[in-house]
């Protein structure tokens, strides 16, 4: 107990907000430890209320930063910024996969680092704060986390569509075209992904629970290495 009322302060000391340990403990539980340890509850509810959170609050915010911007702009701003991949980023700028309660299945197969589970649990999360600190910690705490992928306007278009993104940033920069490599492991009902994408000599590389996910994940990782060389 005393070491993961440890772990529940080092998250909410990163996240900037007072969370309610129990509703902390249920948000970081995926469906999987649920299931293997009598049926508890787990954090889809949570996730629910706080992709709710989540969009409102990044609409607002986009409606109001932006003023001269059309509502097909906005959209796809906010699209970037709420998408899984995008999401996933972010719970790993935290370290939100060490803190999971995993199944010892998902655990094994690469769960802690897989783009759904990361996206969902940091909704969860963000729910959890809505229940324990209020709606205005709640969007505070978004907007905190989100920042970085609102404040740099390139990266929109990256976080919503990594490959495209990727390719493109490739022909500008007079590189070849990315190229792809994927594998997997796991049984054929809990498979994980694992993408290599290559320009020149310079790859990087994603995990994911579909092929899709998997290269989104590592396009996206390449695209930021080939940005900032750029």
Request: glycine share 10%.
């Amino acid at each position: 107990m005393a070491d993961a009322v440890i772990e529940h302060r080092v998250l909410t000391d990163k996240l900037g907000v007072d969370i309610d340990p129990e509703l902390l403990s249920v948000a970081l539980t995926h469906r999987s430890f649920a299931y293997e340890n009598g049926g508890i509850p787990h954090n889809e509810r949570l996730e629910f209320l706080g992709d709710s959170i989540l969009g409102q609050a990044v609409t607002v915010h986009l409606f109001v930063s932006h003023p001269d911007l059309e509502e097909g702009a906005l959209a796809k701003r906010r699209a970037s910024v709420v998408s899984t991949v995008a999401l996933a980023e972010v719970a790993r700028g935290i370290a939100l996969g060490a803190h999971l309660r995993l199944g010892r299945g998902e655990d094994q197969t690469g769960g802690r680092d897989k783009d759904s589970i990361l996206a969902d649990t940091m909704e969860a999360v963000i729910g959890a704060t809505y229940l324990s600190a209020g709606p205005d910690a709640a969007t505070a705490l978004v907007l905190r986390l989100v920042a970085p992928l609102m404040a740099d306007p390139d990266r929109y278009g990256a976080a919503m569509d990594p490959k495209t993104s990727l390719q493109e940033l490739a022909a500008r920069l007079g590189l070849s075209a990315p190229v792809y490599d994927v594998t997997a492991t796991g049984p054929d009902h809990n498979r994980v992904f694992t993408a290599t994408v290559a320009v020149g000599t310079t790859s990087g590389s994603g995990v994911g629970s579909s092929k899709k996910h998997a290269e989104m994940a590592a396009a996206l990782t390449l695209w930021r290495m080939l940005s900032e060389r750029a």
